[in-house]
């Protein structure tokens, strides 16, 4: 079982997330801010984070500054689920590559559940 870090601000998509990820046998936190995600990530160091960019606070990038100035969580992978488009983010998609080790970029409305938990177990290297 992976422990999962969700970073939604949507408290609708987070549940149904949440709920998916645990019927798929991960642990799941969520936060719906990136103050929220820090504290949450602190109290239990996660496997895996899935992090929305739309946050309300800060952005998903500042969090990423954030969250890899720590040594330990630099090796952890993040997945970013977004609503923005990728056409509309490429130069910043390029820094998450290079700057802030994202591999992998899902725009949530393209995205299916399946495809979303796929990827998951694709990042955390777990059969289907």
Not at 15 to 34: N, P, S, V
Not at 77 to 98: G, K, M, Y
Request: aromatic share 8%.
């Amino acid at each position: 079982m992976a422990r999962i870090l969700l970073v939604e601000p949507d408290r609708l998509l987070a549940d149904i997330y949440q709920k998916a990820l645990a019927a798929d046998g991960h642990e799941t936190m969520t936060a719906a801010g990136a103050q929220a995600a820090v504290t949450a990530a602190d109290a239990r160091q996660p496997d895996l984070v899935i992090l929305e960019l739309q946050l309300v606070e800060h952005s998903g990038i500042e969090f990423l500054y954030e969250f890899r100035s720590y040594p330990e969580w630099q090796g952890i992978p993040v997945l970013v689920h977004s609503t923005v488009p990728p056409a509309e983010f490429n130069d910043s998609r390029r820094i998450l590559s290079a700057q802030l080790g994202v591999d992998t970029y899902l725009y949530k409305p393209r995205t299916t559940l399946n495809e979303l938990l796929a990827n998951v177990r694709d990042q955390l290297s777990v059969p289907a």
